[in-house]
């Protein structure tokens, strides 16, 4: 079983940046895919980034292509999503999630969730 811990959300101006970590419990932390999703009010939560087991592969979502960057630290049980440039439509709170091995950009795909952090962008 994996617990996850989200943390780095804040309010930044738009144009600004932030970075999320997510901390995992267990050892076999590095076994794990990760990724980021986000859910704004009154909307589903959605697909952000995503990161395989190694840090071999990533996957994006079309709207933070080339502005977000997702890593992983398997020697501290974290993953880190950087955001920059970001957009009052990047306000959202965003999730952690964890699944086995392979990322994919599907909410019922992920099999543990943390319980997400505020990221507020104002104009």
């Known amino acids: 079983q994996v617990q996850l811990v989200e943390s780095g959300g804040g309010l930044v101006q738009a144009g600004g940046s932030l970075r999320l970590s997510c901390a995992a419990s267990?050892?076999?932390?590095?076994?794990?895919?990760m990724g980021w999703f986000r859910q704004a009010p009154g909307k589903e939560r959605e697909f952000v980034v995503g990161?395989?087991?190694?840090?071999?592969?990533?996957l994006f979502a079309d709207s933070v292509k080339g502005r977000f960057t997702i890593s992983r630290d398997n020697a501290r049980n974290t993953v880190y999503l950087q955001m920059n440039s970001l957009k009052p439509e990047d306000t959202a709170v965003y999730y952690c999630?964890?699944?086995?091995?392979?990322?994919?950009?599907?909410?019922?795909?992920?099999?543990?969730w943390g319980q997400g952090t505020q990221v507020t962008v104002s104009s």
């Open positions: 990161i395989s087991w190694n840090g071999g592969s990533t």
């Open positions: 267990g050892r076999t932390f590095s076994t794990y895919a």
């Open positions: 999630a964890a699944r086995m091995r392979w990322a994919t950009r599907q909410v019922d795909d992920y099999d543990y």
